[in-house]
């Protein structure tokens, strides 16, 4: 069993940055896709950034690209995501999640665990 605790959040204006952390315990976290989500107040979650096990491999979400970051250390069973340019339409709860997949998922359905979130709210 994985267990995914994020931190990092917080309060920032709009053009700021903020750097998500996730920590993993449990299970072998150099052998798990991981991803980042956020889910809006009133919206469905929505996928931000995957990374594979090696780092080799990322995704992001079209409205990210060029402005986030995902990054892993595996000696530190760490995950980030590193967030510039922030704008109000940033806002809400990311989570962290894992896959112990082959690939690097874009869809929530294929992860098996996941944090309990973290909250980003971006004042204009």
């Known amino acids: 069993q994985v267990q995914l605790v994020e931190s990092g959040g917080g309060l920032v204006q709009a053009g700021g940055s903020l750097r998500l952390s996730c920590a993993a315990s449990?299970?072998?976290?150099?052998?798990?896709?991981m991803g980042w989500f956020r889910q809006a107040p009133g919206k469905e979650r929505e996928f931000v950034a995957a990374?594979?096990?090696?780092?080799?491999?990322?995704h992001y979400e079209d409205a990210v690209k060029g402005r986030f970051t995902i990054s892993r250390d595996n000696a530190k069973n760490t995950v980030y995501l590193q967030m510039n340019s922030l704008k109000p339409e940033d806002t809400g709860v990311y989570y962290c999640?894992?896959?112990?997949?082959?690939?690097?998922?874009?869809?929530?359905?294929?992860?098996?665990?996941w944090g309990q979130g973290t909250q980003v709210t971006v004042s204009s």
């Open positions: 999640a894992a896959g112990d997949t082959g690939w690097v998922p874009i869809n929530a359905t294929e992860y098996d665990y």
């Open positions: 990374i594979s096990w090696s780092a080799i491999t990322r």
């Open positions: 449990g299970g072998t976290f150099n052998s798990y896709a």
